[in-house]
């Protein structure tokens, strides 16, 4: 059986994401996403709010789950036998941070393995900041997330509409 990881913040989950997941799932006998508690960047969305918001917008996918984690993501893929990590590639300015976060873990943790899956097409330029950025400022950005997600960054002020 292969377990991959699918780590990240998700603040909050976005279409893009779901289609990683979704394209994993088709791959891996089971797809863990991860979701960091403490990442350093400003989050919106608490924890719970997060793994809830995952949960939901998987639900339909056969062999992915959600779990949340606060240690460092090889020592995560270690407690849940995850052999792969899965990451995103949106552009090229992915790449390097990407690449360099790929060999930091493999030397952490030889035998884990990096598999990068390259955006759709039409998620090639989203990101969680930027749907936060855009709602904030009423931008309507409900083709972009599930609907779930929209209500929800609504009811943070961060989306008009």
Not at 50 to 78: D, Q, W
Not at 86 to 111: K, T
Request: net charge positive; glycine share 6%.
């Amino acid at each position: 059986m292969i377990i991959a990881l699918y780590p990240g913040s998700f603040d909050p989950i976005t279409n893009g994401h779901i289609d990683i997941a979704t394209r994993a799932s088709k791959l891996f006998d089971r797809t863990i996403i991860g979701i960091f508690a403490t990442p350093e960047k400003r989050v919106t969305f608490t924890l719970p709010e997060r793994v809830e918001m995952a949960k939901k917008a998987t639900a339909h996918l056969k062999g992915v789950e959600v779990m949340p984690y606060s240690n460092i993501t090889v020592e995560f893929a270690k407690e849940v036998k995850a052999q792969v990590l899965i990451r995103g590639l949106r552009a090229i300015g992915d790449f390097e941070w990407e690449f360099e976060m790929a060999m930091m873990n493999q030397m952490l943790s030889p035998g884990l393995e990096t598999v990068c899956f390259m955006a759709s097409q039409e998620y090639q330029f989203l990101s969680a900041s930027l749907i936060k950025e855009v709602a904030s400022l009423g931008g309507d950005v409900s083709s972009l997330v599930p609907k779930h997600v929209a209500s929800a960054l609504k009811k943070k002020g961060l989306s008009k509409r």
